[in-house]
């Protein structure tokens, strides 16, 4: 038996300001955003996310394994740890940039 739960949704337009779980930016009302509920080992929760962001994370969970509580949050991690800096310049600029993920540029 699983501790976790959820269903997701697609909205066309924020009616007010969120900010996005994974970058940590804001979500301005009109922009779109992926809507998440759950219940997580008996907590309930809910999130909202670009859905650039959206992608990315599952893409990058899906590539990697990391479901559950191993799920990437692209805000709370370490590149150091995760590696994924590189990756999401090269697959997912547009998210890289939210972070403030830049290129390292040979000395």
Known sequence: MTNFSASSR?????????????????IEPGDPARYAFGVWEGAAY?????????????????LND???DEYPWFQHMDDSEFGHHAWLLENHPVVAARLGVKCEVPA
């Open 66 to 68: 990391l479901w559950e």
């Open 10 to 26: 697609d909205i066309k337009a924020v009616r007010k300001t969120h900010f996005c779980d994974q970058c940590g930016k804001k």
């Open 46 to 62: 809910s999130v909202y996310t670009h859905p650039e962001c959206s992608k990315a994370a599952h893409e990058y969970a899906n």
